[in-house]
């Protein structure tokens, strides 16, 4: 049985960074490309960020230059470092493994 459980959401003001991570089990982490998306309220989930198995990345236009995906192979964790984060950033942040598999959510909320 696959579980992600999404840590490090919280409040933070306008200009702040924040550290997600995903811890992952029930499955072999480094065979499965991994992602970040985000639900705002009213909203659809939309991407963040993905990261390949072999440590490729991609981002939304939205958050380049600011947020950063990694990989922890040997401790089954994907991250999102999110820097210079903005009020539009507020949403509830999901991980995502192979196109597949979901976490519960953090929520992200960025005062001005």
């Known amino acids: 049985q696959v579980q992600l459980v999404e840590s490090g959401g919280g409040l933070v003001q306008a200009g702040g960074s924040l550290r997600l991570s995903c811890a992952a089990s029930?499955?072999?982490?480094?065979?499965?490309?991994m992602g970040w998306y985000r639900q705002a309220p009213g909203a659809e989930r939309d991407l963040v960020a993905l990261?390949?198995?072999?440590?490729?990345?991609n981002y939304a236009n939205s958050v380049k230059g600011r947020f950063t995906i990694s990989r922890d192979n040997a401790k089954n964790t994907v991250y999102l470092q999110m820097n210079s984060l903005k009020p539009e950033d507020t949403a509830v942040y999901y991980c995502?493994?192979?196109?597949?598999?979901w976490g519960q959510g953090t929520q992200v909320t960025v005062s001005s």
């Open positions: 995502n493994m192979g196109n597949y598999y």
């Open positions: 029930g499955r072999t982490f480094s065979s499965y490309g």
């Open positions: 990261i390949t198995t072999d440590a490729r990345t």
